[in-house]
């Protein structure tokens, strides 16, 4: 797997020329050495690589309204798209997904949908970013502290230093660690427990996120965003133009 071929590929010019220095740096260089052993061992890593990078080629840099923080891809076949906390139409919708849809249900109304892609959310400005890009089949965070890490937090700087009035969804610990990179002066940062099973309970249902992010907008003379997904067709269709 080269992820500097692939970054080059799937990137749109914005993100590829802000994070450009950023993937010449060393840790992008053993980060690469580490992907490329892993598969001449034979693991099956997700998602497929031309989907690596979908959350940068389907929400261009200076469309991003809202960021929203997930930690590693799906572990099992046909599962991960690139985008943090989205399955691929067919599958079974996972725990924190389903907490997340119903919570929106709750918030403002909309059914919840039966399949699981974030496919739309990505065309509306929703930035869809997991801390580590990659995982391996059956192995959840088996590439956790490889230097994805690095990368997305770079990221994430990046969208505070560049753009205006984003929304930052932090949910969990994990989510909640990278509140020190954003500039609170001219972003919002909402904050709850991980939708999980395990914390849903414990404030993340009723958190209002998707609304408050909309009021935010509207505060500020901005469109605000359309979080119904549609039909899980439409947006199998449009995931399969990201291979």
């Known amino acids: 797997m080269d992820i500097s071929k692939q970054a080059k590929l799937q990137l749109s010019s914005t993100w590829f020329e802000a994070l450009d220095q950023e993937m010449r740096q060393d840790y992008w260089k053993t980060l690469q050495l580490f992907l490329m052993d892993r598969e001449s061992q034979g693991r099956v890593i997700y998602p497929p690589v031309g989907q690596l990078f979908s959350a940068f080629s389907l929400t261009d840099l200076d469309k991003v309204k809202v960021v929203i923080l997930g930690q590693d891809p799906y572990h099992g076949y ?111 940062v909402l904050e709850a427990p991980h939708p999980s099973p395990l914390s849903c309970y414990r404030g993340f249902q009723g958190c209002q996120h998707f609304s408050k992010a909309n009021q935010y907008f509207k505060h500020n003379g901005l469109k605000q965003i359309d979080w119904a997904l549609g039909s899980a067709e439409d947006n199998s269709e449009q995931m399969m133009l990201t291979f």
């Open 78 to 188: 046909g599962q991960a798209n690139g985008l943090a906390f989205s399955i691929n139409p067919g599958n079974k919708i996972p725990p924190s997904l389903r907490n997340i849809l119903m919570e929106l249900n709750l918030d403002l109304g909309i059914a919840v949908p039966s399949h699981g892609c974030l496919r739309k959310w990505a065309n509306e400005g929703v930035f869809l970013l997991n801390s580590a890009l990659t995982v391996e089949e059956s192995k959840p965070s088996a590439h956790a502290g490889q230097g994805w890490e690095t990368f997305t937090n770079a990221t994430i700087k990046t969208i505070s230093d560049s753009r205006q009035q984003v929304v930052f969804m932090l949910w969990g610990s994990i989510a909640r660690s990278k509140r020190t990179l954003v500039d609170e002066s001219k972003h919002l």
